[in-house]
C-alpha cells in the first residue's frame, strides 16, 4: 500500500506542469520626435514621479470587468525596472531629442537653472475587455520654475491606447504609443510656459 501511494506521488509529480521561465519587459526610447518649437533656457530636471502600491513594483499589472476596480499582477512577466523609472527615462529621451531644453536631466544641477518637473503616476496597466485589449497611462506632471515654491502649471496627461496583437511585446509597443502621446504633449505645455515667459519679460 505504501508503494502505491509513493507511486502515485511520483507520477503525479512527473505530470505537473513546468513552472513558466520569467519574462522581462523594457521599452525602446521614442524615434521621431518633433522637434520644439521653444526652449527653455537652463536646465529641465525630470524626476520619476511619485508612486503608491503596486506601481512600486516590477510586476506586469492588467486589470478585467467593466469598471477595472480590481488590479492583478502577472507571475512571471516584469519589468526590467518598476513603472515610475521607465516613465523618467522616456520623458527624459523625448525631451533631450526635441530639445526642449537647454539641457535635459536626471539629478539638480546648481538650482539656480533648473526648471523642476514633478509628478505622480497614477495607472500604468494593460487592460483586457473579453478579445479587446489597451493599455492606461495615467499621470500628473508639474513644472517649477528656477527659484520658485509653486509649479506653474500642473496638469494631468491620461492617454488609453489599443493594443495591436495578443502578445506582451504588442503590449509594450501600445505603453510606447501612449508615453510617447503624453510625451508629446507635455512638450507643447512646456512651448506655451516659454512663450509666456517670454512675453512677460518683454
Avoid at 512577466?77 to 527615462?89: C, E, M, R, S
Avoid at 527659484?147 to 505603453?175: H, L
Amino acid at each position: 500500500m505504501l508503494l502505491l501511494a509513493v507511486s502515485v506521488a511520483v507520477l503525479a509529480g512527473c505530470a505537473a506542469a513546468p513552472v513558466p521561465p520569467e519574462r522581462f519587459f523594457r521599452l525602446h526610447d521614442p524615434a521621431e520626435v518633433a522637434r520644439a518649437p521653444a526652449t527653455l533656457a537652463g536646465q529641465l530636471v525630470v524626476q520619476a514621479p511619485r508612486v503608491e502600491g503596486l506601481y512600486n513594483e516590477r510586476a506586469v499589472i492588467y486589470s478585467r470587468g467593466p469598471d477595472h476596480r480590481e488590479l492583478r499582477q502577472y507571475h512571471y512577466k516584469y519589468w526590467v525596472a518598476p513603472p515610475a523609472q521607465l516613465v523618467q527615462d522616456y520623458l527624459v529621451a523625448y525631451l533631450r531629442r526635441g530639445a526642449s531644453a537647454s539641457r535635459v536631466v536626471r539629478e539638480f544641477g546648481d538650482g539656480y537653472t533648473d526648471h523642476l518637473v514633478t509628478g505622480r503616476l497614477l495607472g500604468f496597466e494593460r487592460r483586457v475587455d473579453d478579445e479587446r485589449r489597451a493599455v492606461v497611462v495615467d499621470m500628473e506632471l508639474a513644472v517649477t520654475p528656477p527659484g520658485k515654491q509653486r509649479p506653474a502649471f500642473i496638469r494631468r496627461y491620461n492617454e488609453t491606447t489599443g493594443v495591436g496583437g495578443g502578445t506582451m511585446a504588442d503590449t509594450v509597443k501600445a505603453f510606447e504609443r501612449a508615453l510617447h502621446a503624453i510625451a508629446s504633449d507635455f512638450a507643447a505645455d512646456l512651448a506655451v510656459l516659454v512663450r509666456a515667459g517670454a512675453e512677460k519679460n518683454e
